[in-house]
């Protein structure tokens, strides 16, 4: 078990009030923290719990440390330094290396000699898996796909063919990169023709693909997901999609064919992104909204409305049903009032 000293080293963090040469157990919340367990202050919301937190030391920032009554981790970015000093307690995964006896690998595969395919695994012809890679059970790993030093595909992830993933890429369960993209064309006999998607995906480094999460591969050109993406779990990022480094996609969030997404940007929970659209670097966009035009400017964006008690939702549903009628009312009214008020109106009526 670390210590605290430890712990606030690898945190970058300053003790106040603490012995560092004291056992830390796991981390916990304030409101349930046991003595001897390490707990976090990131909301202000959460602030009263000080004063009965049974924690042994507490993370949390400078200003909320002035007359703090517990043991102290003092931080510029508690978050960051949370992350830090919980990532201690984060068991690792299992050393293992070689091929499990119910795995399948191509004879012309490459396979890293320190690397691990797990239980019930297929890798195809002409895969290359590198150095530290760990595949968990049941994956598939297509034709001429990569995997990057130190990659770890969890359980029931799917690589299709030529698709390549950088170093260090965490793969959730059941997640699929490099399936078909959804490219159709209408015939004149009213039957859909499939379009061959020609292209792949190519993924960065330090990338994480959240559980469920499908990236299809392009079209003509690659599916791009450069480096330090984390994808959260159910999204769906079409072909062509190009999405840039650093950027975070909360679950459920849509991304239609040849978006271009900019770096170091934040999309909330099912958002929606129209196709063939651009989003500028650092935009952040609240969840639910739909992006139906590209977005040249940082900053944050929002549509649609929330939600409301039953009664006043259905008095809002009936006035939005007649916008377009009161919008058409006040328009005949400003054309009678500057009618009215204009020179030629007044001459008139000086002539009556």
């Known amino acids: 078990m670390p210590i605290l000293g430890e712990i606030a080293a690898a945190a970058a963090a300053r003790l106040q009030g603490c012995n560092p040469a004291t056992v830390i157990t796991g981390v916990a919340p304030l409101s349930s923290a046991e003595p001897g367990q390490l707990s976090f202050l ?5 602030r009263p719990f000080l004063a009965t937190t049974r924690a042994a030391a507490v993370i949390l920032a400078p200003a909320d440390a002035v007359d703090c009554p517990a043991p102290a981790l003092v931080a510029a970015n508690p978050q960051i330094a949370y992350a830090r000093a919980a990532a201690l ?4 995964p299992e050393t293992r290396r070689g091929v499990h006896p119910t795995a399948w690998v191509s004879p012309t595969a490459q396979v890293a000699v320190d690397a691990w395919i797990g239980p019930h695994c297929t890798v195809e012809a002409g895969a290359i898996i590198e150095a530290g890679v760990i595949i968990g ?13 130190g990659t770890r595909l969890v359980a029931q992830v799917t690589i299709c063919h030529r698709a390549r993933l950088g170093q260090r890429v965490l793969v959730h369960p059941g997640a699929v990169i490099g399936s078909d993209g959804f490219g159709l064309a209408l015939d004149d006999d009213g039957r859909w023709l499939k379009i061959p998607q020609l292209g792949s995906v190519q993924i ?20 791009i997901i450069e480096n330090g993406v984390k994808l959260d779990n159910q999204i769906q990022v079409a072909h062509n999609v190009q999405i840039g480094a650093h950027s975070a996609l909360a679950g459920c969030v849509g991304i239609a064919g040849s978006a271009r997404i900019g770096q170091h940007c934040r999309l909330g929970g099912g958002v929606g992104v129209a196709g063939h659209l651009e989003i500028a670097d650092r935009v952040q966009i609240t969840g639910m909204s739909l992006v139906a035009q590209s ?3 940082p900053g944050a964006y929002s549509s649609g409305l929330t939600v409301e008690p039953n009664r ?14 009161l919008f058409r009312r006040l328009t005949a009214l400003e054309q009678i009032l500057n009618h009215r008020h204009s020179p030629q109106a007044s001459l008139q009526d000086h002539k009556d």
Do not use: M
């Open 312 to 325: 006043v939702w259905n008095k809002i549903s009936a006035r939005l049903r007649r916008l377009d009628e």
């Open 137 to 149: 059970p049941n994956c598939v790993i297509g034709e001429q796909a990569l995997l990057g030093v």
């Open 295 to 297: 977005i040249t400017q």
């Open 89 to 92: 307690f984060e068991p690792a």
């Open 204 to 223: 960065g480094d330090d990338v994480e693909v959240g559980a469920n999460t499908s990236i299809d591969r392009g079209a003509l050109e690659d599916t």
């Open 42 to 46: 990131t909301h202000s919301r959460y």
